[in-house]
Antibody, heavy 118, light 109 residues
Framework: EVQLVESGGGLVQPGGSLRLSCAAS????????MRWARQAPGKGLEWVAD????????YHVDSVKGRFTISRDNAKNSLYLQMNSLRAEDTAVYYC???????????WGQGTMVTVSS | QSALTQPPSASGSPGQSVTISCTGT?????????VSWYQKHPGKAPKLMIYEVSKRPSGVPDRFSGSKSGNTASLTVSGLQAEDEADYYC?????????FGTGTKVTVL
């Protein structure tokens, strides 16, 4: 079964760090662009970052540039999101997703909750 | 990177049709043929319903259709069913970035 499973979320203080992981199964991660997106409580979906198959291209939304970094380890079939200098407005459910084609993502994980609060 | 504009809500009776608009700019919706639509139920993962403006992924009913004119894309759900009640989000490529819409809650009356 093709599946993505996120982990690593939790409660963190403002200014703190977290590393999210996304484990892929049922397909070869190295063949796909991957994405992180998020949804804050009561809000809409927001694109966070994309990464190319070999990690040579990475793109981040302006609001997280310099604080978050998307990465991957194809040998471990895993995608990551390193989040530093966290702010209250980063509180959200974070999803990883696999690209079908041209900015369309067909496989999504169930999400992991990140809460930034003192 | 401003969110694309969608109406907050839309509704229809079972069997009827509902159309949701998604308005952007020439830098996103109007500039590319890369508009997608996602269905999201509370507490669930987003589900891709339409990609590249009007293509349906395998398994998505043909009751769902997409189109685009200028800077505005649209999703039409025909023959509304109870399970179609959900939030719907458009998304567009924006030149190395991506942007989602504000979301539309579809209610089946």
């Amino acid at each position: 079964e093709v599946q993505l499973v996120e982990s690593g979320g939790g409660l963190v203080q403002p200014g703190g760090s977290l590393r999210l992981s996304c484990a892929a199964s049922g397909f070869t991660l190295s063949s796909y662009w991957m994405r992180w997106a998020r949804q804050a409580p009561g809000k809409g979906l927001e694109w966070v970052a994309d990464i190319k198959q070999d990690g040579s291209e990475k793109y981040h939304v302006d609001s997280v540039k310099g604080r978050f970094t998307i990465s991957r380890d194809n040998a471990k079939n895993s995608l990551y999101l390193q989040m530093n200098s966290l702010r209250a407005e980063d509180t959200a459910v974070y999803y990883c997703a696999r690209r079908l084609s041209s900015d369309a993502f067909d496989i999504w994980g169930q999400g992991t909750m990140v809460t930034v609060s003192s | 990177q401003s969110a694309l504009t969608q109406p907050p809500s839309a509704s229809g009776s079972p069997g009827q049709s509902v159309t949701i608009s998604c308005t952007g700019t020439s830098s996103d919706v109007g500039g590319y043929k890369y508009v997608s639509w996602y269905q999201k139920h509370p507490g669930k993962a987003p589900k891709l319903m339409i990609y590249e403006v009007s293509k349906r992924p395998s398994g998505v009913p043909d009751r769902f259709s997409g189109s685009k004119s200028g800077n505005t894309a649209s999703l039409t759900v025909s023959g509304l069913q109870a399970e179609d009640e959900a939030d719907y989000y458009c998304s567009s490529y924006a030149g190395s970035n991506s942007v989602f819409g504000t979301g539309t809650k579809v209610t089946v009356l």
